[in-house]
């Protein structure tokens, strides 16, 4: 077993109001909310999701800020340790299609036609990422956003590029954030993006 801490800080220093939303700490088999020290509740909670997760919503005045405590217990097992295939109903909610995360019949040609001849999930994610490392451009922060206007006009932020990878192919990916990049992480080896 290990205890982790971290503190999140945020402050709105813009001279508007800030709408900000923060993930829930998820609490499973392998990890337990030993502490949590919130100085300011959230005006909003969402449904926690199929996948556990929950979404925190903030208002925040000028000047206004969140500072939150953790402290986090992580229990290793064989379990966690294991790689675990998705349920069907778990599997259709990571590759639905959303307003920011549309997979159009092009999208899906695309893919197909830079995967062409591949078997393996790996392989694939690899492919794909190497054809957008080629042809489209990192630029932040993005006009639009989305799969559609990344295709559109071959450039966005890590966002973008995690989104069109982890989600292009059917593959049940999601894309994580340390601070530093964007990952694709799900049942194929995590990916790095930006």
């Known amino acids: ?5 971290y503190r999140f800080r945020f402050k709105n220093r813009r001279r508007g109001e800030m709408k900000v939303w923060l993930a829930e700490l998820p609490v499973h088999h392998g990890q337990r909310v030993k502490q949590d020290t919130v100085r300011r509740s959230p005006d909003q909670s969402s449904q926690t999701d199929i996948a556990g997760n929950r979404i925190s919503y903030y208002c925040l005045k000028p000047g206004e800020e969140i500072e939150n405590d953790y402290e986090i217990e992580v229990t290793p097992s064989q379990e966690w340790d294991s790689p675990r295939s998705l349920s069907e109903t778990e599997r259709a909610f990571y590759l639905r299609s ?4 549309r997979i159009t019949d092009e999208i899906r040609e695309l893919a197909a036609e830079i995967c062409k001849g591949l078997e ?9 990422f190497d054809y957008v490392w ?5 630029i932040y922060p993005p006009k639009e956003r989305g799969t559609v206007s990344f295709l559109r006009n071959k450039k966005g932020d890590c966002g973008e ?8 192919l059917p593959l049940p990916e999601y894309p ?4 530093g990049g964007c990952f694709c992480y799900g049942e194929t080896p995590c990916t790095r993006v930006g």
Do not use: Q
Request: charged share 25%; net charge positive.
């Open 1 to 5: 077993m290990k205890r982790f801490s």
């Open 98 to 101: 959303t307003a920011f995360v």
């Open 120 to 128: 393996a999930d790996e392989s694939k994610a690899c492919a794909l």
């Open 134 to 138: 080629k042809h489209f451009r990192y």
């Open 161 to 168: 590029f995690s989104f069109f990878i982890c989600r292009t």
């Open 176 to 179: 994580l954030s340390d601070g």
